[in-house]
């Protein structure tokens, strides 16, 4: 079993900074890609970022040039760095990771970490 333990999260105000780590244990022998998923109140889950392992960078429209992800293989771990942050950032942030695991791939999700930005 893959376990996704996410930190990070808190409150911060907007224009401020925030850095997200989440790091997978278990029996793995391989993850790709990592990435964060983000949900507000009242909607859907949607991307925000993701990585592969071979350091293939996607991100959603709104986060382009004020959110890093980066990865550290050997430590199996993602980090999602979140500058110029905005009142509408504001939600639960997930981690994700697609993951080899006994014998399949599978999607793996973190707990969630909840990120509040205040106007």
């Known amino acids: 079993q893959v376990r996704l333990v996410e930190s990070g999260g808190g409150l911060v105000q907007a224009g401020g900074s925030l850095r997200l780590s989440c790091a997978a244990s278990?029996?793995?022998?391989?993850?790709?890609?990592m990435g964060w998923y983000r949900q507000a109140p009242g909607k859907q889950r949607d991307m925000v970022a993701t990585?592969?392992?071979?350091?293939?960078?996607n991100y959603a429209d709104s986060v382009k040039g004020r959110f890093t992800i980066s990865r550290d293989n050997a430590m199996r771990t993602v980090y999602l760095q979140m500058n110029s942050l905005k009142p509408e950032d504001t939600a639960v942030y997930y981690c994700?990771?697609?993951?080899?695991?006994?014998?399949?791939?599978?999607?793996?999700w973190g707990q969630g970490t909840q990120v509040t930005v205040s106007s």
């Open positions: 994700y990771a697609r993951a080899y695991a006994v014998s399949s791939w599978s999607d793996y």
């Open positions: 278990g029996i793995v022998l391989g993850i790709n890609p």
């Open positions: 990585i592969t392992s071979g350091g293939t960078t």
